[in-house]
């Protein structure tokens, strides 16, 4: 039987880091959550990247493994040309809907959940020192779960040409919850409270009830939660559907460039590129209008560009040249290619030897009469 995946997914920047490493994917059939890593924002990059070329293999129809192999390389491949990426990487957990399986790959200790029947089962393993140790029986759940080394990772997407990612099948029925997430809700909040947050009944409120729960315990790292509600199909399901589909189109139509609106008059004349038309050998009363119209637009462009060329003349601003100050007249605008303003006087003065009262001066690109852009060279101290 085919189910019918409802997801409800949120990522919080939880409350003592200074930025969200985690990223997360919902394009159905595809659901995935990443944890990256690395300093200054490597780890951002890495989850950032690899959800993106995941998502992307798996729209191209590749298989999921493949898909993940992929990113791999993908991270891998940017953390060794580029030196503020060295050794960055990320955890993935996704899973693939397909009829009433979930295909799974994991690599990492980002976590899978499936609740079933009110019991809640970890269904991914940790790929992580202390992950590996309590598999070994030298370490407890409850040691595990305080352990000082907890965060090292055993294995990692993108550290390693080739990474040992895990893939496993699960048969799915309806009623059953997934639960994707990274270590900073697994970490926070405990199985019994992550149990009764997936029971409820949309999973847009699950998520958010997790990321709540996570920082009520501290929220020590980024949280990111993607439940998945698994049910029968409804009959209403297909047409909800294509209502939403037909909305999309319409905001595509929406978004499509609009041809310029006729020029005033023209309502009864042809579009206006019309008025670059060779002439027909007897012009219409039509054409004649347009020819009059096409005259005074030419006359007004005259007038504005006098009184244009009269303004940029006699107004002033203070602006950077080559990192030193200098007068320009007319605008700190340009027209399309066209500069607004031209160097007036240059200054000796750096602007970089300004304070930063006087840099807000310049920076403002006031405009000034003649009298005025005196008043503030004097101010600035252009002419030591
Ligand atoms: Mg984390």
Redesign the pocket.
Known sequence: MTLVARPGALTDIGLHRKTNE?TFVVAPPLFAVC?GMGGAQAGEVASGLAAETLAAAVADGRPLLAAAEQANAAVFQLASVDSDHAGMGTTLTAVVLAADTGHFVHIGDSRAYLLRGGVLEQISEDHSLVGEMVRDGRLSAEEAASHPHRSILSRALGTEPLARIDEFEVDLQAGDVLLLC???LSGAVSAEAIRKALDRADPDDAAARLISEARKHGGP??ITAVVLRLDEPRAADEEVELAVLADETATVALAAPVSPPPPEGAADAPPPEGATDVPPPAPSRGAKRRLGYFALVLALLVVVAFVGVLTLSTVFYVGVDDGRLAVYSGLPAALGPLHLHAVYRRSSVAYEALGPAERRLVDEQGLHTHGGIMALEETLGMWP
């Open positions: 985690d944890d990274s270590d900073g790292d980024n």
